[in-house]
């Protein structure tokens, strides 16, 4: 074989080796992408009604789709039906409920209420805003996350009075510094 064809094929293997790091990047990439972005459902909770998680890991950010005080059963906390019939529904019974629900959600992926940075809430009617807000003030105070309410015209089921969104940071392990860019981050 020739100098020239030995210098050719040295290069072509060299090429397809590259090719086959590169491919191998993209797929630890893919994968580390995935473990970064994680969803789930929290199976001893109540099943979403509709084909949701009950929350997503993005990075060091976790987002709680909304909740509401529904049982694993499908029943409400908060409801109590009279002896004639009539219904009488909770708003501070719902509020704890929610807030406790949120918790335990949270709780799946590592995080408590303390890592929360915002909270939006629904109610269906603000004559139901005073008790609310003295169940929120039982688990938050002026240093917890930011706070959106408002009131909607209903929510998924009509003994519902209240469901709450939320989302939490809290970094992967208390070791790993910011994902930062490289310039921007003195610890790599």
Same mark, same amino acid.
Do not use: W
């Given at each position: 074989m020739?100098? !020239?064809k030995?210098?050719?094929a040295t290069a072509?293997?060299?090429k397809a080796s590259?090719?086959?790091?590169?491919? /191998?990047?993209?797929?630890?990439a893919?994968a580390?992408?995935?473990k970064?972005?994680? !969803?789930?459902?929290i199976?001893?909770?109540?099943? $979403?009604r509709g084909?949701f $998680?009950h *929350?997503k890991?993005?990075?060091?950010?976790?987002?709680?789709?909304?909740?509401?005080?529904?049982?694993?059963?499908?029943s409400? !906390?908060?409801?109590r039906?009279?002896?004639d019939?009539?219904v009488?529904?909770?708003?501070?019974? %719902?509020?704890r409920a929610?807030?406790?629900?949120v918790?335990?959600?949270?709780a799946?992926?590592?995080?408590?209420?303390?890592?929360?940075?915002?909270?939006n809430t629904?109610? *269906?009617?603000m004559?139901?805003?005073?008790?609310?807000?003295e169940?929120?003030?039982?688990?938050?105070?002026?240093?917890?996350?930011?706070r959106?309410t *408002?009131a909607?015209? %209903?929510l998924p089921?009509?003994?519902?009075?209240?469901e709450? %969104?939320?989302? /939490?940071?809290?970094?992967?392990?208390?070791?790993a $510094?910011?994902?930062l860019?490289?310039?921007?981050?003195p610890?790599i």
């Amino acid at each position: 074989m020739t100098d !020239a064809k030995v210098s050719e094929a040295t290069a072509s293997e060299a090429k397809a080796s590259e090719a086959k790091a590169s491919e /191998a990047k993209a797929s630890e990439a893919k994968a580390s992408e995935a473990k970064a972005s994680e !969803a789930k459902v929290i199976e001893h909770l109540a099943a $979403p009604r509709g084909r949701f $998680p009950h *929350v997503k890991r993005a990075g060091d950010f976790v987002f709680v789709s909304g909740t509401s005080a529904r049982r694993p059963d499908d029943s409400f !906390a908060g409801v109590r039906t009279g002896a004639d019939g009539s219904v009488v529904l909770d708003i501070r019974e %719902q509020t704890r409920a929610v807030i406790e629900n949120v918790r335990e959600i949270l709780a799946s992926v590592g995080c408590d209420l303390s890592d929360l940075v915002s909270v939006n809430t629904y109610l *269906v009617s603000m004559s139901d805003f005073a008790g609310y807000n003295e169940v929120y003030g039982e688990y938050f105070s002026y240093e917890g996350p930011t706070r959106t309410t *408002v009131a909607v015209h %209903q929510l998924p089921h009509p003994h519902l009075l209240i469901e709450m %969104q939320v989302t /939490a940071h809290k970094h992967r392990s208390a070791s790993a $510094p910011p994902n930062l860019p490289r310039r921007l981050n003195p610890e790599i």
